[in-house]
């Protein structure tokens, strides 16, 4: 007897592929994205493994190709081998061509392959999009269309997300071009590294070509400067961009999720600098050799870098611990919302610090800029930072556990890859192949998303049509 498949034509296999794959996108948007980080590290893992990506001519180690495609896609930045020598040509084309397709977004990108598959944004496709500017759009429960874009304007977001990366990373390698070459960068090196830095500061990567790495340009403001804003603009998200390229001169259309992004990230930019400064400022391994001047604008860019950048004048391990603390609280929050920037987000920690302030006043309602955050925002803002921390926590156990190292510089590596910051104090270069693949684990989990990862475990939870009794245990 023949079976329906071996008597298919491959017209109606094909078919048959397509409605399968639609099915899956439209069933569960999360766990599709999900899907596609994983197919997607697998795929970059086994180029990354070809001869041809290595600049030896030689076989990378597993570990090492896994590791590596897992910090592109996730434009983490941490590396286990010399980013700047081990890999070929063909290599560093293929970190430049991840950073740009894991830069953006988990939920866009599978916004963009079920526009493909279905011909046309319908309405779960639109409230995928939708996930990506606010993602509470992938839990459950009713979310005020104010909050995000409308769904009539999705179409125009994924325009906007395709257009400003591309856009801005050329902009910004058009102006870092000059910089490069008046700092003495050879003019036909300059025309690859100037795209190379464009697109890994704007999604937040923070790799680099040279071995030198951004420590070359320790004393040009200018290239310092360019990739500064090219991390600011990667950090506060696409929606905020979108926002303000829509309503630039009317401040009032912001949306609340707009406001609380900006000043949320200027407080934390002005704030770390000014950590920085008070707790390096004598520290003669990194800005105690320097003039006021100088030390002021390294304390910026460490800041900035700290959020989610990735690139560092300074030796990570020459800080002092206590700036290592304050970089790791800063690296744990990280940037934006739907935007290539890691942590918790800055919008969760507005979130919580609004709802502590209010409780502290005794308003019944959690209130910002004239409009009211609903107590399902802030139980998925109090996950987040649950969910988040237990992660670290147990990466930073095992790795600890395996490696004997100090907890300190474990501590500021795992929350670097949770936070998909890049920044390191030495130890993920040394890791032995177990540890390795706890920190990609972390990372993936750090860049997809608690929000997504939950969204996508309750994608099949089932509602509860009663409610319990109340009672009121004891809280503080």
């Known amino acids: ?49 070809l001869p ?39 290599g560093h084309v293929l970190i430049f061509l991840g950073v740009n397709i894991g830069g953006m977004g988990v939920l866009t990108l599978t916004s963009v392959l079920g526009l493909v598959i279905s011909k046309k944004l319908g309405l779960r496709a639109k409230l995928l999009a939708a996930g990506d500017s606010n993602p509470l759009r992938a839990h459950g429960g009713v979310v005020n269309e104010g909050q995000t874009v409308r769904l009539g304007e999705v179409g125009q977001l994924l325009k906007t997300v395709a257009l400003s990366l591309l856009l801005i990373e ?22 690859w590294e100037a795209p190379y830095y464009a697109a890994m500061s704007f999604t937040n990567t923070g790799f680099t070509p040279n071995a030198g790495g951004v420590g070359e340009f320790a004393d040009d403001y200018f290239v310092l400067s360019v990739l500064m804003v090219s991390v600011f603009l990667g950090s506060i998200g696409f929606p905020v961009i979108y926002t303000l390229a829509k309503n630039y001169w009317h401040v009032k259309r912001w949306s609340l999720h707009s406001k609380l992004t900006l000043i949320t990230t200027g407080i934390l930019f002005v704030l770390g600098a000014a950590v920085f400064l008070i707790l390096e400022y004598n520290n003669p391994l990194t800005f105690g050799s320097m003039d006021a001047g100088d030390t002021t604008f390294q304390a910026f860019f460490l800041s900035a870098m700290t959020r989610s950048g990735g690139f560092s004048v ?11 603390l304050a970089a790791s609280m ?50 998925v803002a109090l996950s987040v930072v649950a969910w988040g921390a237990t992660i670290v ?29 890049g920044l390191s104090s030495g130890l993920t270069a040394e890791l032995p192949d177990s540890a390795v693949y706890v920190m990609a684990a972390t990372i993936f989990m750090g860049r997809i998303g608690t929000v997504t990862l939950a969204a996508a475990v309750a994608a099949t939870s089932r509602s509860q049509l009663y409610s319990l009794p109340v009672e009121r245990p004891i809280v503080g």
Request: glycine share 8%.
């Open 1 to 49: 007897m023949s079976s329906i498949g071996s008597s298919a034509s491959p017209r109606t296999r094909a078919r048959d592929f397509w409605r399968f794959a639609r099915h899956i996108i439209t069933s569960s948007p999360s766990r599709f994205a999900i899907l596609v980080f994983t197919a997607l590290i697998l795929l970059f893992t086994a180029l990354f493994s």
């Open 52 to 90: 041809l990506a290595s600049a030896s001519g030689t076989v990378t180690p597993i570990s090492d190709a896994l590791f590596t495609a897992v910090s592109t896609i996730c434009v983490t930045g941490l590396s286990t081998v010399d980013m700047a020598t081990h890999w070929s040509p063909f």
């Open 170 to 191: 050329f902009v910004v390698a058009l102006l870092l071009y000059p910089g490069l070459v008046m700092a003495g960068i050879p003019p036909l090196a300059a025309l």
């Open 314 to 324: 300074v030796e990570i391990s020459d800080l002092n611990g206590s700036s290592m």
């Open 330 to 379: 800063l690296m744990f929050v990280g940037g934006g919302s739907a935007s290539t920037a890691g942590g918790i987000k800055v919008t969760t920690l507005a979130v919580l610090a609004i709802a502590v302030w209010s409780e502290a006043r005794g308003r019944q309602s959690v209130e910002a800029f004239g409009r009211r955050i609903p107590s399902d925002v802030q139980r």
């Open 393 to 421: 926590a147990l990466s930073t156990i095992v790795i600890a556990q395996i490696t004997k190292a100090p907890i300190s510089d474990v501590l500021f590596d795992v929350i670097s890859a949770f936070g998909t910051v």
